[in-house]
């Protein structure tokens, strides 16, 4: 099968095209450049800097040496939205398209590629949507909405039917960054496999639940909210809490 992918330019950008390519007839990645959405935020606090630093190093740790040569063509675009591009990819005759990380498509893409494009949502919807959803549920001390969602993309955003939902592998000990990475590595591993069962009909999209969301936004994010995440895990995940939290993920639905 034929596959587009719509990605950016970070390390868990760069495995995520690598993982497609192995499984798909992939000629081409459109990478969009990642923002800087927080400079504010950066430019006003020490601890904000450093719990990026923090994140880019965990990143290298946990996708720098699995990235392999399966890569496809990039194709660096400044707006992922530019009307040319989806008139291009409809050309090409693409099965599928396989979304991580870009700005929110625009109608155009949509229209075109109706059922067709599959996105990576960083986040358990329909319980967390918008910005850094693996990141507040520290903030409120809810581990067991952490974790990821496979679904279709829709004009609404995080709101398309599920095809399926990856939970973290929580373990005593890990820290914010490891246990975060390995969640988004573990849904990038998997994405493949669940792309090719819903395009062979072995997976049927599942509306999302009518449960209230808790939606952030990148301005949300503060030195405050930060400080209460690293507070809640400290040094390490406290192993008493692990079944606290397995008892709570049960009762989600």
């Known amino acids: 099968m034929k596959a587009l992918i719509l990605t950016s330019n970070s390390l868990r950008h760069r495995y995520f095209a690598c993982t497609i390519a192995r499984r798909f007839n992939v000629p081409t990645a459109l990478v969009e450049e990642k923002k800087n959405y927080y400079s504010l935020q950066l430019d006003q606090s020490l601890l904000v800097r450093s719990h990026f630093e923090k994140i880019a190093a965990a990143e290298k740790y946990w996708f720098a040496h699995t990235v392999d040569t399966t890569f496809p063509e990039i194709r660096q675009v400044g707006d992922i939205n530019m ?39 960083l986040g358990l919807s329909p319980f967390y949507r918008g910005s850094a959803t693996l990141f507040w549920p520290f903030v409120n001390r809810e581990l067991e909405y952490l974790g990821t969602t496979i679904h279709l993309a829709t004009s609404k955003v995080d709101a398309g039917e599920i095809l399926a939902r990856i939970y973290s592998d929580l373990r005593a000990g890990d820290a914010y960054y490891d246990i975060t990475s390995r969640l988004i590595r573990e849904s990038i591993d998997q994405f493949p496999q669940v792309v090719f069962d819903y395009l062979e009909g072995r997976i049927r999209p ?12 990148k301005a949300d994010f503060t030195q405050v909210a930060l400080q209460q995440a690293l507070d809640y895990i400290g040094e390490g995940l406290p192993e008493g809490e692990l079944g606290q939290i397995e008892i709570r993920r049960k009762c989600l639905y």
Do not use: M
């Open 206 to 217: 599942t509306r999302q639940e009518d449960f209230a969301s808790r939606v952030y936004r």
């Open 83 to 121: 009307s040319d591009l989806v008139t291009w990819a409809v050309r090409q005759g693409f099965d599928v398209l396989c979304l991580f990380g870009t700005s929110i498509l625009s109608r155009n893409w949509l229209d075109a590629f109706p059922g067709k494009i599959i996105n990576l949502h």
